[in-house]
T-cell receptor, first 109, second 115 residues
Framework: GIQVEQSPPDLILQEGANSTLRCNFS?????LQWFHQNPWGQLINLFY???GTKQNGRLSATTVATERYSLLYISSSQTTDSGVYFC???????????FGTGTRLQVTL | NAGVTQTPKFQVLKTGQSMTLQCAQDMNHEYMSWYRQDPGMGLRLIHY???????DQGEVPNGYNVSRSTTEDFPLRLLSAAPSQTSVYFC????FGRGANTEAFFGQGTRLTVV
């Protein structure tokens, strides 16, 4: 099956810093989503982005499907950005998602 | 519009007991699925359904049973709970297909402990 690798595994930032999270996948996809899992365990949809670029406030994402990677940018980080960020991809039946192991982000004051 | 609703939020079971985790969605999504999340790992697919009466196995189906009698509901049954099934369980729903918007939405999770 498809492999999904996320980097870095852990990231510590000071409030106000910017960061880039990466998701590499091993096969063509027709679904790619980024999620934020907050400290209470809730999965929050950030982006549905099988290709192209999207922006939502301080967050943006780019997926280059032909090169099999996606990037999540977080600008001017805040303590509420802490948690785990997951990339998940779907191949064939786009609804069937395979998750990476996540990037754990801690934002400190 | 509640989205995806899971009950219960927390559950403790004794080894060998059975139980059903409930999942309901109000978005008229064809596709529903169950995942488990173990510490330090991403989510892994247990079972999924592409519509009422149709279910299939995911990556880690052993010890779990599902059925789909309505579009809205997709319960997950643990037949004889084992400590290895201690995990957080997530239900998700989405439209089904290749070209259409297939963004998945997740419930808030059920934290299950088997002692």
């Amino acid at each position: 099956g498809i492999q999904v690798e996320q980097s870095p595994p852990d990231l510590i930032l000071q409030e106000g810093a910017n960061s880039t999270l990466r998701c590499n996948f091993s096969d063509s996809v027709n679904n790619l989503q980024w999620f934020h899992q907050n400290p209470w365990g809730q999965l929050i949809n950030l982006f549905y982005i099988p290709s192209g670029t999207k922006q939502n406030g301080r967050l943006s994402a780019t997926t280059v499907a032909t090169e099999r990677y996606s990037l999540l940018y977080i600008s001017s980080s805040q303590t509420t950005d802490s948690g785990v960020y997951f990339c998940a991809v779907g191949t064939g039946t786009a609804s069937k998602l395979t998750f990476g192991t996540g990037t754990r982000l801690q934002v400190t004051l | 519009n509640a989205g995806v609703t899971q009950t219960p939020k927390f559950q403790v079971l004794k080894t060998g007991q059975s139980m059903t985790l409930q999942c309901a969605q109000d978005m008229n999504h064809e596709y529903m699925s169950w995942y488990r999340q173990d510490p330090g790992m991403g989510l892994r697919l247990i079972h999924y359904s592409v519509g009422a009466g149709i279910t299939d196995q995911g990556e880690v189906p052993n010890g779990y049973n599902v059925s789909r009698s309505t579009t809205e509901d997709f319960p997950l049954r643990l037949l004889s709970a084992a400590p290895s099934q201690t995990s957080v369980y997530f239900c998700a729903s989405s439209y089904f297909g290749r070209g259409a918007n297939t963004e998945a939405f997740f419930g808030q999770g059920t934290r299950l402990t088997v002692v």
